[in-house]
């Protein structure tokens, strides 16, 4: 039995489902690796947001961090882990998915509206 | 979060070093402007042309040699993307996933930077010889068999010869050239002013008459420097926003 848009949505991963996550992780995804600065450029979000969803990416097991000194700076470099691709390309599919049953369960629960008069 | 802030961030991640048009596109530009002033200057020592041709140069070499600093300093750095296929699709607005979000799409393929110069440098004389072939043929059909007409009025490469065929040949690379970005930035309305300058040049490397060499430096080194411009104004606007 097919799961309803409801419970699709349920079981989407929640270290991906994340406004802030996502956007890190789709900006990793078009690269092989990218720095704090720009991420924190990219997204939008501030140093400590960013510092504090990147732990928590990579607790998850989904990115891998690396620091390096560059002209005595801290440059910390970010990419995708190996667990981290396929988990992001898993996500769209399930987005796809449930687009498309919220698209079937529109047409099949559409109540339509009460004539007036 | 929603579809065109995933697919902006998409994009300018991919296309982040494409899109430093001061290190690329304006110091290209500029060169080609110092080499039209030189062209029209020949023989003469106009003041105008001598200061245009010094200006431009110096700022090309300025902007070679700090532009990626500028750039890594201010947006960070980013690694290209391996050359590996792109299967990620545009996201549904992640807050009403089962609401209002319009549509769902496949991201266009995004051809791999090892592959992006050849296609460029194979875009050029491909351009070239259809426009050549529709507006100013150099063949002529005999017996079902195209003769080339071209070759041996250029080998002996006269003045009149080699200005026939430089100027629209300079039009014909340029106008390909911001085709192929076009193209290779996946035909997105943001981009539209690669299609544009490219239509521009192409149109005027198909002109049945020859503008002199050094006006179609100047023109192509303008174009170049505004799309480097433009281009850097579009990474500037979408990476602007610093917490």
Not at chain 1, 39 to 46: A, D, M
Not at chain 2, 224 to 239: E, K
Request: proline residues 7%; aromatic residues 8%; glycine residues 6%.
């Amino acid at each position: 039995m097919n799961a309803t848009p409801f419970e699709q949505l349920a079981n989407l991963d929640r270290r991906v489902h994340d406004p802030a996550r996502l956007a890190i992780l789709t900006a990793l995804s078009a690269c092989e690796r990218a720095d704090f600065l720009f991420l924190q450029r990219v997204t939008g979000l501030t140093k400590g947001n960013l510092s504090s969803h990147l732990s928590k990416l990579e607790e998850a097991g989904l990115v891998e961090i690396e620091k390096r000194f560059v002209e005595k700076k801290t440059q910390t470099l970010v990419r995708l882990s190996e667990e981290g691709r396929p988990a992001i390309e898993r996500y769209w599919k399930e987005m796809e998915k449930l687009r498309k049953s919220a698209a079937r369960w529109e047409m099949h629960n559409l109540v339509p509206e009460p004539s007036q008069g | 979060m929603e579809n065109r802030d995933l697919d902006r961030i998409r994009f300018v991640t991919r296309h982040f070093h494409d899109l430093q048009g001061l290190r690329s596109l304006v110091p290209i530009g500029l060169i080609t402007l110092s080499a039209g002033a030189l062209s029209a200057g020949r023989g003469a020592t106009s003041p105008v042309l001598l200061s245009l041709q010094a200006v431009s140069f110096l700022a090309a070499v300025l902007l070679i040699a700090g532009a990626g600093r500028y750039y890594r300093s201010t947006f960070g750095e980013v690694e290209a993307p391996l050359d590996r296929p792109v299967t990620a699709p545009y996201a549904l607005s992640i807050f009403s996933p089962a609401g209002s979000a319009p549509w769902l799409g496949s991201s266009p393929q995004a051809i791999p930077p090892s592959r992006r110069l050849p296609v460029i440098l194979m875009l050029a004389p491909a351009a070239f010889a259809v426009f050549q072939f529709l507006f100013r043929p150099p063949w002529i059909k005999l017996n079902s068999v195209y003769i080339y007409l071209g070759f041996e009025s250029l080998v002996p490469m006269s003045p009149s010869a080699f200005k026939a065929f430089s100027t629209p040949l300079i039009y014909a690379l340029c106008g390909s050239l911001f085709l192929g970005l076009w193209l290779l930035r996946q035909r997105r309305l943001s981009q539209s002013h690669h299609l544009a300058l490219g239509a521009l040049l192409l149109g005027l490397a198909a002109l049945p008459v020859a503008a002199p060499l050094w006006v179609a430096l100047l023109l192509c080194g303008s174009a170049l420097v505004l799309a480097g411009f433009l281009d850097h104004r579009q990474l500037v606007r979408a990476l602007g926003r610093q917490q």
